[in-house]
Each structure stands twice: as C-alpha cells, then as structure tokens.
C-alpha cells in the first residue's frame, strides 16, 4: 500500500482531523461488519477498514504512514517515543527485548519454561437497548484447561452502558491455560449490535430519530410526543417549522462508556403531504392559495401506471 491508500478505504482526505477518521471508520465498520452484512467481500473489506484505522486513528503511526507509507506506520508507536523492532527508547518499554533474553535463557533453550495460554475471542450479540444501557450476562466457551482437557467454561460478564458494534473488552485469564505452570491466556469480548427495531439510529453517544408531522402542525406549530432511549418526552414544535428541521434533546442519548455523561438524542421532523385529499380540504387548502395570492390549479392524484 502507498501512503494514500488508508485514506481512500476510509473514505477521507489527508487533512481529515482525527474526529473525521474516527467517524468514518464507525460508518464502514458497521456497514461491513460480517455478523451484520453477509455479502460477497464484506468481510475482507472490514479488515481493510479496521486495519487502515488502527494507522489513521493513532496521530503517531499517521505522521509516520503519511512520510514513510506502511512500512513507517509499523514502526511507529508506543507510548511518548519512537518504537522500532519493539524498543520503545523514550518511552522505556523494552518489553520485546525482555522477551528476547527469556527466549535465549528460559524460553527457546528450555522447553519446560513457563509459557501463557492462547488468547481466545467470543462474541456477543447485543440488541440496540442493551447496548446503551449494558447488561450483566454469563458466557459459556469451551476452552482449554490445565493438565491438556478440552472443556466448557463459564464467566460472568458486566457489559457497560454504551458500548458499541466492533468495540472489545479483556478479561483477563479468562483464555486457554498455559504450559509449565504459566498463566492462562486472556478473553477478548467483541460486541455486535442490532439495528433499533424503535428506528433508532445512533452515532457514538448520540442518538438520531426522525419523527413525521402533519403540514399544518409544521404550519401552525404544536406540542407532540417523539421517542427516546429513556421512553417518550413531550416536543414543541414552532410554527412555520421546515421539514428536514432538527432538534437537540439534551441528555437523551447513550451514555459514553465508563462515564456519567450522557449524550445527547437529535430528532429531524419530516413533514407528511397527505396523499389523498376529500373534496372539503380540497376547497379549504384553494381558498388558502387565494388569501395568500397563490395561484394553484389542483391536479388528480397519480395512479399506479401513471
């Protein structure tokens, strides 16, 4: 790959600002994630998108993939320090060159040494609400245990309050045993989040929701009812509102993880033309027209062949 081509899976230009590639990256995960779109390539056009964000998303692996392309982002890292072949200098990680020595002296020339088990991934299928709200849940896996047996395990979960679709957490030891007396390996839960059933949509801790009107509430104004995560609230709208109009609830969205705020929920108005029209609200919507000078002459409705 160049040092353009992250940026045109996701979609972005090389002036994006992180929140810009951020946002992006949620769209095209979700569109392509593979328990929620079966289509032919989905799945390889997902690691595509998850692979150019975890360069385009860390500003550090970004300067590098925007001087050196790949090959400069796999270089760069850590944390507070250029890393190269694991040598964090500046940020004193020397982790790989510990594992080096464990190999020289405890790992490659003793076979007995202590090695950690196999890291094991499991997913979980959340519905919209559950995951603006979390859940607690018990998992069950088999994985495999000290002395070599193959069995099923069970771990209670504690699932936070607004994760997302391609988000992970770790628990710790929670994999496959290790060898030699080592420690177990770790547990990566990845959520999977269903489309609302309610015509929620949500973007990060925001939540998005279109609600109809009538053209003469939209004309007149009035006080209606809209859903929300947290159950419906009382909505004014002013008269002479467009359609395509939007309005901020505050405090009505998802909250963000591991946090007491809350987000906020955006409710876009589309104003509903009545299809059909009896002879009386013909007449009274033309006397309309006239007061206000309008000029309208009425036309039959369209049928199916036109």
């Known amino acids: 790959m160049d040092n353009e081509e992250y940026y045109k899976i996701l979609g972005v230009d090389k002036s994006a600002s992180q929140d810009d590639i951020k946002h992006a990256y949620r769209k095209l995960s979700k569109k392509y994630h593979p328990d929620l779109n079966h289509a032919a ?42 890393q190269q072949g694991g040598f964090n200098f500046n940020g004193q990680d020397f982790g790989d060159f ?7 002296f405890g790992g490659a020339f003793n076979p007995n040494a202590p090695r950690k088990g196999r890291d094991l991934q499991y997913r979980v299928n959340l519905t919209f609400e559950e995951a603006v709200f979390g859940k607690s849940t018990e998992i069950k896996y088999v994985r495999q245990e000290t002395g070599g047996s193959s069995k099923e395990h069970a771990v209670k979960v504690t699932i936070p309050a607004g994760v997302e679709s391609g988000q992970q957490m770790r628990l710790s030891g929670q994999g496959e045993a290790g060898t030699h007396g080592g420690p177990f390996g770790d547990l990566y839960v990845e ?16 939540v998005y929701f279109e609600q109809s009107i009538s053209f003469v509430q939209a004309a007149l104004g009035d006080k209606i009812q809209v859903k929300t995560v947290h159950g419906d609230v009382e909505l004014t709208i002013p008269a002479g509102t467009q359609t395509n ?62």
């Open 191 to 206: 959520f999977v989040v269903a489309k609302s059933k309610d015509g929620f949509e949500r973007e990060g801790a925001n």
């Open 41 to 82: 390539g989905a799945e390889a056009k997902y690691k595509q998108v998850q692979e150019a964000y975890e360069t385009l998303g860390d500003s550090q692996k970004k300067a590098a993939y925007d001087q050196y392309g790949k090959a400069g982002a796999n270089t760069a890292g850590g944390q507070g320090g250029f």
């Open 245 to 306: 109009t939007e309005f901020r609830l505050r405090g009505k969205g998802a909250p963000y993880v591991n946090s007491t705020r809350i987000g906020d929920e955006y409710v876009k108005v589309i104003v509903k033309v009545p299809e059909r029209l009896n002879e009386k609200e013909k007449k009274a919507l033309t006397a309309y027209a006239q007061l206000r000078g309008e000029n309208v002459t009425p036309q039959k409705r369209r049928g199916l062949f036109g």
């Open 98 to 104: 510990g594992d080096i020595f464990g190999q020289m």
